[in-house]
């Protein structure tokens, strides 16, 4: 079933459209007016629009402009009783799908909102697998693994909230991925946001969106991710650096199902699915009023806690694998030989970085190798730290990523793992240090 908007100074053909419409199963929803249709479109979600051209006061021309000025993404079919080839070519260029003629013949009209939401969910489900491309899977074999997945299998056809917990780069926005796979939502968006990598201040318009003018810089209407992930899923990823007064906001909209955008004069009802994850103790936050006790218990319903590598060493096999596999063709690299020696070497490594560190390792290593990877090959390609007897080895990119590495490090051990402190020390902005600890596969363990 697809939902419509039906736009038409004639109330006769408004009635005998909607009728038509909602008898081939439709949701059909009727308007008079121009203006109100560009409310209407603005703060509720349809599948199509169907205007007609000439009405009294705003054509649909005009309708047509400044639906695509507002952002509206829902495709227009254009309708005209006084149809020529200027009209035409005017509403294709302001971006109409298509223009009819009337009289309209109902089997053409259901034909044409058949063609047009297919086409329009196509490009949709294109966008998400370009999004996706490159993306790793949750590659495993070991019964600490085996025990996770089947808490991810039980929740995952429900509505449930899943709170995901592990530390930095254990896969916790694959499993969510996973979860949202495995879902009635299946066919819907799966929208991500990490809360420690945006800014305080542009957190709300990331979650929320904004209106053309509702602050400095805002130059056109931004929707939010609850309004992006609209029949889907949100992965809010470590939800325990949310700033306080977004926790606040953030639990409104999971009681109240409706968002408001910076600027906007209404609520937008949003119906989504919020899965988060964190790998900071919660129950500690909370204990020490960093993060509000009613926002956790509404997320923190069903925890997952996905295992740290080193107590998963037996999938490092599988997962070395499955990255040189992947790695190899998307850069279009003939495939190595990795030998048994250089598979026990890598599961002697703590992998502080986790899944996220082997990858990178497991391209480093392709890069290093000739016709095959060895013990000596896994030895260049770790850390400093984890091959004592490497020194002064690897090229000049490796060893300035290296001492970038260690500098981190000390830097954070020095302030007691507090990022704010740290990014200060080291002059970056702290969602910038929060990257780098990413990239380098560096655990960090803040409290602020």
């Not at 999938?315 to 990795?338: C, G, H, M, T, Y």
Request: a neutral charge.
């Amino acid at each position: 079933m697809s939902k419509l908007l039906l736009v038409d100074d004639d109330a006769n053909t408004l009635a005998s459209l909607a009728r038509a419409f909602r008898l081939a199963g439709h949701e059909a929803v009727v308007c008079d007016q121009a203006d109100r249709a560009l409310e209407l479109a603005k703060t509720q979600r349809f599948d199509m629009i169907l205007s007609d051209v000439v009405m009294p006061g705003k054509d649909g021309l005009t309708l047509l402009a400044e639906l695509k000025s507002a952002g509206v993404q829902t495709p227009v079919v254009m309708v005209s009783g006084q149809a020529n080839i200027d009209m035409a070519v005017r509403a294709t260029r302001l971006g109409a799908i298509d223009f009819l003629e009337k009289p309209l013949s109902t089997e053409k009209l259901l034909v044409t909102v058949e063609n047009t939401v297919k086409l329009s969910r196509l490009e949709e489900e294109n966008k998400r697998l370009r999004q996706r491309a490159g993306k790793q899977e949750l590659v495993w074999k070991s019964a600490v693994m085996q025990a996770v997945m089947a808490k991810v299998e039980r929740v995952a056809a429900s509505e449930t909230r899943v709170c995901i917990l592990g530390e930095t780069g254990t896969g916790k926005e694959l499993v969510a991925r996973t979860l949202h796979d495995k879902s009635a939502r299946r066919n819907g968006p799966c929208v991500t946001l990490n809360c420690a990598a945006v800014p305080a201040e542009l957190i709300e318009s990331e979650l929320f969106g904004h209106e053309k003018g509702a602050f400095t810089g805002a130059t056109a209407r931004h929707l939010g991710k609850f309004e992006q992930a609209h029949g889907g899923t949100l992965f809010l990823d470590e939800i325990g650096d949310m700033p306080a007064l977004m926790q606040a906001k953030l639990l409104r909209v999971l009681e109240q199902k409706e968002v408001e955008r910076i600027g906007g004069d209404r609520s937008i009802e949003v119906d989504v699915r919020v899965i988060v994850a964190t790998h900071r103790n919660l129950d500690e936050l909370v204990r020490q009023g960093a993060f509000r006790q009613d926002l956790y218990h509404r997320i923190f319903v069903f925890p997952i806690s996905l295992p740290p590598l080193r107590d998963r060493k037996e999938d490092i096999p599988l997962l070395v694998d499955f990255f040189a596999k992947s790695v190899a063709e998307q850069n279009d690299w003939r495939a190595r030989e990795i030998t048994a020696d250089a598979y026990a070497e890598l599961q002697r490594y703590s992998w502080p970085g986790n899944v996220r560190e082997l990858r990178n390792v497991v391209e480093r290593l392709l890069l290093l190798a000739d016709e095959r990877v060895e013990r000596d090959t896994v030895r260049l390609a770790l850390p400093s730290e984890a091959a004592p007897h490497q020194t002064g080895g690897g090229t000049l990119s490796e060893r300035m990523e290296t001492h970038e590495r260690e500098l981190i490090l000390d830097e954070l051990k020095k302030h007691n793992y507090k990022m704010t402190d740290t990014a200060r020390a080291l002059g970056l902005e702290r969602s910038h240090l929060y990257k780098k600890c990413q990239q380098l596969g560096i655990e960090h363990k803040s409290t602020g």
